[in-house]
């Protein structure tokens, strides 16, 4: 079974580790196959991590991806290869990313903590005709605790309702974090997840964030909310209106 994270962030958004760093740390510490780098609303972590993965012959496999802030919440967009526009209809992003023959997956499920897909939302995507409007997954373990505080709900509803393949990803902000939400699927690679998660053959494990890992988290929560709050949407903000221009 192939391992793999598919819910990481990087300096890019709101991250604290470059891409190199996360690189480095994934294959001297983890035993991950697999990784996506999923940004807010933002592809160039993923296309730097594809362009490093190129030169250097790393012994994991990379899933370019992103996180993407749609009016009801967020989405994660894997398997792309050029950006999903955010502050879209859900409907029409999910529609974009298999135009580019993607997946979309839900992150932390109807968390109340985050932006996130609440559960009429899922149940009106799942209920749309539309066949290229479809949740490919959703993630069924975030250790993050915007992710614990409807895990069991997700779950539940997953079994009962949703019918998704499952996922896990750690939603990581920092080196440390990695690989404590995880996906297993059939092979090693990223097509071969693909493969897996369509088939419906992936499964998600993982830990929740020990004490420990919350001390280091409250440790760079002010550096971490800084970026979040101020440098990411400076960032999204000159793009616009460089675009603009």
């Known amino acids: 079974m192939g391992k793999a994270d598919l819910h990481i962030h990087?300096?890019?958004?709101?991250?604290?580790?470059?891409?190199?760093?996360?690189?480095?740390?994934?294959?001297?510490?983890?035993?991950?196959?697999?990784?996506?780098?999923?940004?807010?609303?933002?592809?160039d972590g993923a296309r730097e991590a594809l362009e490093l993965v190129a030169r250097k012959n790393y012994r994991f496999d990379i899933l370019p991806g992103m996180e993407v802030t749609t009016l009801e919440g967020h989405l994660l967009a894997l398997g792309i290869s050029t950006?999903?526009?955010?502050?879209?209809?859900?409907?029409?992003?999910?529609?974009?990313?298999?135009?580019?023959?993607?997946?979309?997956?839900?992150?932390?499920?109807?968390?109340?903590?985050?932006?996130?897909?609440?559960?009429?939302?899922?149940?009106?995507?799942?209920?749309?005709?539309?066949?290229?409007?479809?949740?490919?997954?959703?993630?069924?373990?975030?250790?993050?605790?915007?992710?614990?505080?409807?895990?069991?709900?997700?779950?539940?509803?997953?079994?009962?309702?949703?019918?998704?393949?499952?996922?896990?990803?750690?939603?990581?902000?920092?080196?440390?974090?990695?690989?404590?939400?995880?996906?297993?699927?059939q092979g090693s690679a990223a097509a071969h997840f693909l493969q897996s998660l369509r088939a419906g053959q992936t499964r998600a494990d993982g830990h929740f964030w020990t004490r420990q890992e919350v001390r280091e988290l409250a440790r760079i929560a002010p550096q971490q909310s800084y970026r979040a709050l101020v440098k990411l949407p400076t960032k999204h903000l000159r793009r616009l209106l460089s675009r603009h221009a």
């Open 83 to 185: 950006p999903i526009k955010s502050l879209q209809r859900l409907d029409r992003s999910i529609a974009q990313i298999h135009a580019q023959g993607g997946v979309a997956i839900i992150p932390h499920p109807m968390s109340w903590l985050i932006r996130s897909v609440g559960q009429r939302g899922i149940l009106r995507i799942q209920n749309d005709t539309a066949p290229e409007v479809y949740f490919d997954g959703i993630e069924a373990l975030n250790p993050s605790i915007a992710g614990q505080v409807t895990v069991a709900k997700t779950k539940r509803l997953n079994e009962l309702l949703f019918h998704l393949p499952e996922t896990g990803g750690s939603d990581a902000h920092t080196l440390s974090m990695i690989g404590t939400g995880v996906t297993y699927f």
């Open 10 to 43: 990087s300096e890019h958004s709101d991250g604290m580790a470059s891409i190199r760093e996360i690189l480095e740390f994934v294959e001297t510490k983890t035993d991950l196959d697999l990784i996506a780098i999923t940004d807010h609303d933002m592809f």
